[in-house]
């Protein structure tokens, strides 16, 4: 199995101990949970419309870095500290994705890194 280590400046740096993605075998690629960091800075965007924005951006980023983009993204998790945020979430996912959307997932959770109110992560498939 061949795997590649993704970075782009494009996106936050790793605020731990992983990559920002892993490209193996040429086409699948595993992107790391992306939470609202401004790359530039490294500061959380204010307010959760900011941050839902600048997460895709991010998964974006890293998506090109990978050579795909985010219409090769197959499966989608997205952690919110607020359910109620749902709808936003929804239509904010519309400007970034098109049909037909990749499979997802929406979990409440109680806690984010950098109290973000949002994270996604996500698997590409390059080429399907």
Do not use: C, W
């Amino acid at each position: 199995m061949a795997k590649q280590i993704i970075h782009t400046d494009g996106a936050p740096q790793a605020i731990g101990t992983y990559s920002q993605a892993v490209k193996v075998n040429g086409s699948t690629v595993y992107l790391s949970g992306q939470i609202g960091l401004d790359p530039a800075t490294m500061e959380l965007v204010d307010g959760i419309e900011a941050q839902v924005h600048r997460v895709f951006k991010n998964l974006k980023a890293v998506a090109e870095a990978a050579g795909g983009s985010l219409a090769d993204v197959v499966k989608l998790n997205i952690f919110l500290t607020d359910l109620s945020h749902f709808a936003l979430v929804n239509t904010i996912m519309a400007e970034y994705f098109t049909q037909p959307y990749p499979a997802r997932a929406a979990v409440g959770v109680a806690q984010l890194p950098r109290n973000a109110l949002v994270e996604a992560d996500g698997v590409l498939e390059i080429g399907a």
